[in-house]
């Protein structure tokens, strides 16, 4: 009995982190749910999309804008084969568990791969995005600097505007 409440116990957890993470990597900005450091590590750096959508207030040359595309493409194929295998995986580890004679040395081996995978494709995405960094001049890293202070600054102030002088509201009374 205490065998089969520990494998259901081992099975929820799986299945639990795995929808966890399932809905947290499916883009490229799959770091940004995954850890302070690493959060702010992409805070600091810039995805693809947002500098592509500012190519022509940061100044990106057309050679840039064609390194930038090839290199978002490339994450993103790599995310979507990785992502294959951690499915996959996921699914064989599930079977794994629902058979009669449960082989406990696999299952670990399961779950360190699938950890494996998904520390890889992290590293990934830092790297890729480190990637993007190099493509930029250090004045197109100012004015993308100052682009993100103004945009904080709006939205706080927007945010301000929004809230009014309603009661309850930030410790507004």
């Known amino acids: 009995m205490k065998k089969l409440t520990v494998l259901i116990l081992v099975f929820v957890l799986v299945l639990a982190s795995g929808a966890f993470l399932q809905g947290v990597m ?35 040359t057309k050679e840039q804008v064609d390194k930038i595309e090839k290199i978002q493409g490339t994450i993103q194929e790599n995310s979507i084969k990785r992502q294959a295998d951690i499915k996959i995986l996921e699914l064989k580890l599930i079977n794994s568990l629902q058979a009669d004679k449960v082989d406990r040395v696999q299952i670990e081996k399961s779950i360190r791969e699938i950890s494996k995978l998904r520390t890889d494709m992290q590293i990934e995405h830092i790297n890729h995005l480190l990637n993007i960094r190099d493509v930029l001049t250090p004045d197109q890293v100012k004015k993308i600097e100052e682009l993100k202070k103004n945009f904080r600054s709006n939205r706080m102030e927007n945010r301000r505007d929004w809230l009014g002088d309603r009661p309850g509201r930030c410790g507004r009374r």
Request: glycine content about 8%; hydrophobic content about 45%; aromatic content about 6%.
């Open 26 to 60: 499916r883009s490229p900005d799959m770091l940004r749910h995954m850890g302070f450091g690493l959060h702010m590590a992409e805070r600091n750096l810039f995805p693809c999309v947002i500098l592509l959508q500012m190519k022509d207030e940061i100044g990106l």
